[in-house]
């Protein structure tokens, strides 16, 4: 007979968490605790690193981020979590930094009609909590543009390109542009209770996925609380300088005026010694600037989300986990959208 918990945890908000990288997987690390209807829908324009080799020799989108995120949400014993992100080390040929995770669901797209598929049977062997959902099955190339005019293909080449411009990136796009989004991604958002865009690199992470066809209008007309989980810090090679409302103003930039209703920003101060270390690579604590967010009719909530007695600033998966659902049972309980 299963418990209240259990009975909570099964029919939990159904969430639907958009974004990339290391800010995705924890974010699902936390979330899968509270409620079995979690969606991921990850951004497949990464072509650097062994994703980047498997998508060029296979010509498969790139399973880095997903794979993460399959880490995350996985039901399986630690051994196999282990197996999952074991990397080839040097001296191993062709396999050599390669994830194992990364080739064994390049195996099964492989023997699957598509990759979407791909993910659904890989969630299966690992029965993983909720869904995992490329945003398109597309080939896609990330391109930016910058404010002295100048541009950049390829995802991984964007942060030393950056760099070396010394200026802000002020435009990214899709090429092709508009790809089409899975039907499955467009379902999900749209009987979504909650949307959640980040937290993650804002223009390699969480802004592509907005670039695909499709995804903006599915979040603009979901009756979810949509909340934007700002970073703790800003990154080098994309947003140094940057505060909140920068953010927040490029995602409107590539999509719509409407599309978020509040943003989620940690409270915690960052410790100084890791303040000193992340300054050397030009990175700062995010400054949280209300003025202009509330001009846009967008709220700011703070809570304490960092993790403690560790050597980066990032989220708390449990922290940040349960600051989200304080936030939902509150607009829940109160129907404010």
Same mark, same amino acid.
Not at 90 to 97: D, F, K, P, Q, R
Not at 153 to 157: A, I, L
Not at 214 to 221: D, F, M, N, P, T
Not at 314 to 322: E, I
């Given at each position: 007979?299963?418990?209240?918990?259990e009975?909570?945890?099964?029919?939990?908000p159904?969430?639907?968490?958009?974004g990339?990288g290391h800010?995705?997987s924890?974010?699902? %690390?936390?979330l899968?605790r509270h409620?079995?209807?979690?969606?991921?829908?990850?951004t497949v324009?990464? /072509?650097?690193?062994?994703?980047?080799?498997?998508?060029?020799e296979l010509?498969?989108p790139?399973p880095g981020d997903?794979?993460?995120c399959?880490?995350?949400?996985a039901?399986?014993?630690?051994l196999?979590?282990?197996?999952?992100?074991y990397?080839?080390p040097?001296?191993?040929?062709?396999?050599?930094?390669q994830?194992?995770?990364?080739?064994l669901?390049?195996?099964?797209?492989?023997?699957?009609g598509?990759? /979407?598929?791909?993910v659904?049977?890989?969630?299966?062997v690992?029965a993983i909590?909720?869904r995992?959902?490329?945003?398109t099955?597309?080939?896609?190339?990330?391109e930016?543009?910058?404010e002295?005019?100048t541009?950049v293909?390829?995802?991984?080449?964007i942060?030393?390109f950056?760099?070396a411009?010394d200026?802000?990136?002020?435009?990214i796009?899709?090429?092709p542009?508009?790809?089409?989004?899975?039907?499955a991604t467009?379902q999900a958002?749209?009987?979504? /209770?909650?949307?959640?865009?980040?937290?993650?690199?804002?223009?390699?992470?969480?802004?592509?996925n907005l670039?695909?066809d499709?995804?903006?209008?599915?979040?603009?007309?979901s009756?979810?609380?949509?909340?934007y989980?700002a970073?703790i810090?800003?990154q080098?090679?994309?947003?140094e300088g940057?505060t909140?409302s920068d953010h927040?103003q490029?995602?409107l930039?590539?999509?719509?005026?409407?599309l978020i209703d509040l943003c989620?920003a940690n409270?915690?101060?960052?410790p100084q010694?890791?303040v000193?270390?992340?300054?050397?690579e030009?990175?700062e604590?995010?400054v949280?600037?209300r003025?202009?967010?509330?001009q846009?009719g967008?709220?700011v909530?703070?809570r304490p989300?960092?993790?403690?007695?560790?050597?980066?600033a990032?989220?708390?998966?449990?922290?940040?986990?349960?600051a989200?659902?304080?936030l939902?049972?509150? %607009?829940?309980?109160?129907k404010i959208?």
């Open positions: 007979m299963e418990t209240l918990n009975r909570h945890w099964k029919h939990g159904r969430i639907v968490a958009i990339g800010g995705l924890a974010l699902l %690390r936390g899968k409620t079995a209807n979690l969606t991921a829908i990850v324009a990464d /072509d650097g690193g062994g994703s980047g080799i498997l998508r060029n010509g498969m790139p997903i794979r993460s399959m880490e995350a949400l039901n399986t014993e630690p196999m979590e282990s197996l999952l992100g990397r080839f040097a001296g191993s040929g062709g396999l050599t930094g994830a194992f995770g990364n080739l669901l390049a195996a099964l797209n492989g023997i699957s598509s990759f /979407d598929e791909a659904a049977k890989m969630s299966q690992l909590t909720g995992i959902l490329p945003v099955n597309a080939d896609v190339t990330l930016a543009t910058f002295n005019g541009q293909r390829g995802e991984s080449k942060a030393a950056k760099k411009q200026c802000r990136i002020q435009k796009r899709l090429l542009q508009l790809p089409m989004a899975l039907p467009l958002i749209e009987e979504a /209770d909650l949307i959640l865009l980040g937290p993650g690199s804002l223009y390699t992470s969480v802004i592509p670039l695909v499709g995804v903006v209008e599915a979040i603009r007309s009756e979810a609380t949509r909340v989980i970073n810090m800003t080098d090679g994309e947003t940057m909140l927040v490029a995602l930039d590539h999509s719509a005026g409407d989620l409270s915690e101060p960052v010694d890791l000193l270390r992340y300054r050397e030009r990175a604590p995010m949280i600037d003025g202009y967010l509330a846009h967008i709220e909530v703070e989300t960092i993790s403690q007695g560790t050597r980066y990032r989220h708390d998966p449990d922290r940040l986990a349960q989200i659902m304080e939902y049972q509150e %607009r829940a309980e109160t959208f």
